[in-house]
């Protein structure tokens, strides 16, 4: 392309051109993960990445350096990583030493609690880019932690949306033994409930892990449950959900944690812009966008927000205006999210997708709320009993 | 007294000059289909289909009315069509993923957004030379440039900024921040206005060009559409300066701003996803692209009255009209 030493005869032009010279603001963000405990998952075709989450806060502080470029900020990422069930004191530790007044989570709901329990975690503002645990955003929330990955209430209530707009009123409940299974069914249910959908059948998959040879003569048996419209499976760690779809007993459709799934981002989003959002990243990580790295993007790109909107690199003034009413991020939805202040989770559309394809972007049309449709989604304020918030 | 019959004669001879005088071609790149459709704005008949290169988005005549410059944004390239052949006599190199572009009023030096290499790059359209680059914000989208050709300026959407490149040195000499992904900016006839939408910040910015600050920022209600669903993003002024077009995205209408007092007065029903527009040269009508219904809405501008509505291409994006 002739267009390349051109552009760096520029770059180098530009860096010669003399602007005011305005105090350079720096603002420094840490983003800090735990060693995931290794699941297998057993559609191994797509292997968990190693930078699941920091690609995407990667990618948002190179956008929020060419916009900080034009107002004399410079964004910092630190990048700490801490074994499987560090202490609190361990982990804040290290955050003091970053040196950063903001930090992206994506840590289990557990090294939450014992990081929040530290005095000293007061000081930051902290976002949840990893942890799905609706007890943080119903009953356990903090006024200076904020969700930008949904919830599982907000990923079910997603999907029961659209299954009520195709009238699949009748679910049939799987879910997995482990603990994260049991909460997303849960969530499940809690959205059932919401959203007029009917659970007609459940049942527990306790046929041992490794499905791979054996789904073809269990599925068909073990869904024989009488007539329903979609098999909603919840198994997070995708033990077997892969292995139910075409098997069924019944030739239903499968919803859930496998199948149709919703959730704050697919490698699929195109549009709004979503196409540029997907090709920057797959330049920088050569892989597609996945939900947690889209959260942590959504993390570092609202510090950079606030902090063009207001000028300034304050810790306590880019918190406030984050959490405030004029707060507004484009993140390639088609609507602004901002952050519920009765909780802090984002709030955003959801996307309902197949593995390949979007389906459709929840809330679902009709689903009305006196305040903004979006907040049909998750824990609304009542529903929240947050102490501090 | 002359033969009843002449006059007659002549009174049709005028009419017909008229229509022709009025006739143009009202070109629209269908952004899914790689085609653009061709218009006859009298009888309001797509008349041609020609093929066109990847993705074609943002499109602008030529100043001699000649040719056609197309984004091929798919293609990284810009074509030059040949409007009386409708052939495609040359690309010009634009960098890439072209997706909007502006021409300098001499018609000399083509403006350039790049969406995603954060550049705007510059073009002689004569030699067909990049003649330079310039760095911008997150997704360089807008471009436009002033009546008096002193400004470029672009809108960078993830930056929400308004760059301002002299147009001398070539150089980004200030921003100004504007709302949530701003799509579009387009000056006043008379230079003085920048107007500037923000298509998720669902608001339409007017910047004042001598200071490059904010004054003004509109925004829109529709009765029974959501707020968010109000999309702002192309932007027609008249040149009497009475009147402001904006088509609103996904809230289906075109809003119609009294460029004076900045009050939006009518939200006209077009197709939709409705996003750019171009006036004819007479300014009578005006024509918007409706991505998702596959049409361009043609409007009386006025009676302020939607005329009617003409099937074309998949995803119509980007409109030009013959003589404006």
Not at chain 1, 285 to 306: F, L, N, T
Request: proline share 6%; charged share 20%; net charge positive.
């Amino acid at each position: 392309m002739p267009a390349l030493p051109v552009r760096l005869a520029f770059c180098l032009a530009a860096g010669l051109l003399a602007l005011p010279a305005a105090a350079q603001t720096t603002i420094r963000l840490t983003y800090l993960e735990e060693a995931r405990v290794a699941t297998n998952p057993l559609a191994n075709i797509e292997p968990v990445p190693d930078d699941l989450g920091r690609a995407g806060a990667e990618l948002a502080i190179s956008d929020n350096n060419t916009t900080g470029k034009f107002l004399q900020q410079r964004f910092e990422l630190a990048r700490i990583a801490v074994p499987t069930g560090a202490s609190g004191a361990d982990m804040l530790a290290k955050v003091q030493k970053s040196g950063a007044g903001f930090v992206v989570l994506n840590v289990s709901a557990g090294a939450i609690d014992r990081l929040m329990a530290q005095p000293a975690a007061g000081r930051y503002l902290w976002f949840n880019a990893g942890a799905p645990d609706d007890r943080l955003r119903q009953n356990q929330c903090r006024a200076n932690l904020l969700h930008t990955l949904p919830g599982r209430a907000m990923q079910a209530d997603a999907l029961a949306q659209y299954l009520a707009t195709r009238r699949w009123n009748k679910w049939f409940l799987v879910s997995g033994p482990r603990p994260e299974d049991q909460l997303y069914a849960a969530a499940v249910r809690r959205a059932a409930k919401r959203f007029g959908g009917r659970i007609v059948g459940e049942k527990v998959w306790k046929y041992g892990h490794d499905a791979r040879r054996t789904a073809q003569g269990e599925v068909p048996v073990f869904t024989q449950v009488g007539d329903y419209d979609v098999l909603i499976v919840a198994d997070e760690s995708g033990d077997f959900g892969d292995y139910l779809s075409y098997r069924t007993w019944l030739p239903r459709p499968v919803a859930g944690t496998q199948g149709l799934v919703a959730g704050g981002w697919h490698a699929a989003a195109e549009q709004w812009g979503a196409v540029q959002l997907q090709n920057r990243f797959r330049q920088q990580s050569h892989r597609p966008m996945q939900p947690v790295d889209y959260a942590a993007w959504a993390a570092v790109r609202s510090v950079g927000e606030a902090a063009s909107r207001t000028a300034s690199g304050e810790t306590a003034k880019l918190s406030a205006y984050i959490r405030g009413p004029e707060f507004q991020l484009a993140g390639f939805k088609g609507r602004t999210l901002s952050y519920r202040p009765w909780n802090g989770e984002l709030r955003q559309p959801m996307m309902v997708a197949q593995p390949r394809s979007l389906v459709s972007l929840s809330p679902q049309d009709g689903f009305l709320h006196p305040r903004t449709d979006l907040d049909t989604l998750g824990f609304d304020a009542p529903e929240v009993k947050c102490p501090g918030h | 007294m002359p033969h009843p019959l002449s006059r007659l004669a002549a009174l049709l001879l005028a009419s017909f000059a008229a229509s022709q005088a009025m006739a143009a071609n009202v070109y629209v790149s269908n952004e899914k289909d790689h085609t653009l459709s061709v218009i006859d704005s009298s009888t309001l008949q797509v008349v041609k289909t020609l093929k066109v290169g990847k993705r074609p988005r943002g499109i602008t005549l030529s100043k001699d009315g000649k040719s056609l410059f197309i984004c091929a944004s798919d293609d990284n390239t810009v074509q030059v069509m040949d409007l009386a052949s409708g052939k495609i006599t040359h690309n010009l190199p634009s960098g890439e993923d072209p997706e909007q572009f502006a021409l300098a009023p001499d018609g000399k030096s083509l403006y350039i957004a790049n969406e995603n290499s954060n550049v705007v790059t510059i073009i002689d359209v004569a030699s067909r030379r990049v003649t330079g680059q310039v760095d911008v914000g997150v997704e360089p989208e807008g471009m436009a440039v002033s009546p008096d050709g002193r400004w470029a300026v672009n809108t960078s959407e993830t930056t929400n900024m308004v760059h301002w490149i002299d147009t001398a040195t070539r150089k980004l000499v200030d921003s100004t921040l504007v709302d949530q992904r701003p799509r579009y900016a387009r000056f006043s006839a008379d230079g003085k206005l920048l107007w500037v939408s923000a298509e998720v910040g669902g608001t339409v910015s007017v910047i004042d060009v001598a200071s490059r600050k904010r004054i003004k920022t509109i925004s829109f209600a529709i009765t029974g559409i959501p707020k968010d669903r109000i999309q702002p993003v192309g932007i027609r002024l008249t040149r009497d300066g009475r009147y402001a077009f904006v088509p609103l995205g996904p809230a289906n209408h075109v809003a119609v701003i009294d460029a004076k007092t900045f009050q939006p007065v009518k939200y006209l029903l077009v197709g939709r996803r409705v996003w750019h527009a171009e006036l004819s040269a007479d300014e009578k009508q005006l024509w918007v692209t409706n991505g998702i219904s596959n049409d361009v809405s043609v409007i009386d501008t006025a009676a302020l009255k939607v005329l009617k509505s003409i099937p074309v291409g998949r995803y119509p994006w980007g409109v030009a009209v013959s003589g404006s």
